[in-house]
């Protein structure tokens, strides 16, 4: 080949041992897929050795579980029957009504860093060696499920034991502290209470002792008396018209006129008139049979004739003392000796005249009685109208005493029921499997995590060592 350099012709063997660029270029892609081969390895040994040390080196752990019940509280109501008071009433509603679920209030309480650290003081760790459980609520149930790692079988049950007992030490002194605080609520109210029944029966001891009126039985007592009482004057009068009617009848048989049936029971009343009447009887009787035997100017019928005459005079004094009026002794001989034009007997009219007195005295009585009941109606009532306006103070007073009464005894009586019912705001719990003790350890998610990441990365190692390859490879292109 000539040079052009040198104008002079160059040897053969020379041109061959000038490389030129397309063998250079295969020597670089030779040499680039070796290296980039090797460093692919290379890569991917150090990356599944340090991801196999990291899963054959990290501690195994173990995992403990259980289960616990939840249930619900519904709305509860106590009813308690006070005899002469009336009903007292407890009314228990759930705290969670419609819009929460103690589960969730559950799970933030076994997860919080106060209740953990208690645990873990009593397994002897720290807060971060105890670690956190994990905790899963049961869609449409009232199950919780718990979860807690050790590095035994062993350790992991004790824990969740601890972790177990710790939860439901706590929720039964939460249980308790708010227990105390209602009960604390309805001691204040009850002290309330207390006063104002005292203050009420005071103010009804005071009333009673100052007014007449004592209690409202009192008053139905009196007005009940009362109604008798009108009930027996009502008898009397009754019984009054009946007898005036007998005397009016009497009167008609003995010929009389009311005005002389009346003379005649006042003659036959009085003693003093009937002694005079008596005596001018038997002196008149004595009189007529000396007048048979003897002249009538005989000294003895003469003596006896001026006897008759005292006697008479008397008789008709009496008889106008009695009536009030002048009388004649004919007038008085029909009213209680004869019956007139009567043809009655004397016997007879002796016997209608006894009966006439009879019922007179009885009327008497009877008028006497009812005069009584009139005095005793009118006291009655006078004293109905005294104690009317007084009831009412009484009754307005008697009624506080029983309001606060009930409302003493209704808080008290919800104090002790209340006391009975310890789950509002924390349901109790019923452990439904204990914690087990685990055999095969747990298969951390890290480890899954580190064999992920290792083949990903391996992945990414090889998709970029192909990449630079090929670009080596066509370096023009």
């Known amino acids: 080949m000539f040079d052009s ?120 760790m720290t807060l971060a060696q105890f670690g956190k459980p994990k905790v899963r609520i049961l869609d449409n149930s009232t199950i919780m499920q718990f979860e807690v790692n050790g590095a035994t079988p062993e350790l992991a049950q004790r824990k969740a034991e601890t972790l177990q007992k710790t939860l439901e030490t706590r929720l039964a002194a939460l249980r308790q502290l708010e227990v105390a605080q209602q009960d604390q609520n309805l001691e204040i109210a009850l002290g309330s209470d207390a006063q104002k029944l005292a203050t009420a029966q005071q103010a009804l001891t005071d009333y009673k002792a100052r007014a007449a009126l004592r209690s409202s039985d009192q008053l139905r007592d009196i007005t009940s008396n009362l109604e008798g009482l009108r009930r027996e004057r009502a008898q009397l009068v009754a019984q009054l018209q009946r007898d005036n009617a007998q005397v009016r009848q009497l009167a008609a048989n003995l010929n009389l006129s009311s005005q002389q049936a009346a003379d005649a029971l006042a003659l036959q009343s009085d003693q003093l008139f009937q002694q005079y009447l008596a005596n001018y009887s038997q002196v008149s009787a004595e009189l007529t049979s000396m007048s048979a035997r003897f002249l009538p100017a005989s000294p003895s019928v003469d003596a006896k004739q001026r006897e008759k005459d005292e006697v008479q005079a008397a008789l008709l004094t009496q008889a106008r003392a009695v009536l009030g009026r002048p009388i004649s002794l004919s007038a008085i001989e029909r009213l209680v000796l004869t019956g007139g034009g009567s043809s009655s007997s004397a016997s007879q009219r002796a016997d209608l005249f006894q009966q006439l007195i009879s019922l007179q005295t009885q009327q008497q009585g009877t008028q006497a009685q009812a005069q009584e009941l009139d005095q005793q109606i009118t006291q009655l009532e006078a004293q109905i109208a005294r104690l009317s306006a007084q009831e009412e103070t009484l009754n307005s007073l008697e009624r506080n005493v029983k309001i606060a009464e009930a409302t003493f005894s209704g808080n008290k009586t919800r104090l002790s029921l209340n006391r009975t019912d310890t789950s509002i705001s924390y349901p109790p719990t019923t452990l439904l499997t204990p914690p087990n003790l685990p055999e095969d350890p747990r298969i951390p998610l890290s480890s899954v995590a580190a064999l992920l990441g290792a083949a990903l990365g391996s992945v990414f190692l090889t998709t970029g060592m192909v990449t630079l390859w090929r670009h080596n490879r066509n370096p023009g292109s």
């Open 5 to 124: 350099s040198t104008g002079s012709q160059m040897p053969h063997n020379a041109i061959e041992a000038i490389p030129t660029p397309a063998v250079s270029n295969r020597l670089k892609i030779a040499r680039g897929g070796k290296f980039y081969l090797g460093l692919w390895l290379l890569a991917n040994a150090l990356l599944w050795t340090g991801c196999l040390l990291y899963i054959k080196y990290k501690p195994v752990s173990y995992t403990s579980k259980w289960a616990i019940n939840v249930p619900l509280s519904a709305a509860s109501t106590s009813n308690v029957t006070l005899p002469g008071i009336g009903q007292a009433s407890s009314w228990s509603d759930s705290a969670y009504k419609g819009f929460s679920d103690p589960r969730e209030n559950y799970r933030f309480l076994i997860r919080s860093d106060d209740l953990l650290r208690v645990a873990a003081e009593q397994m002897g």
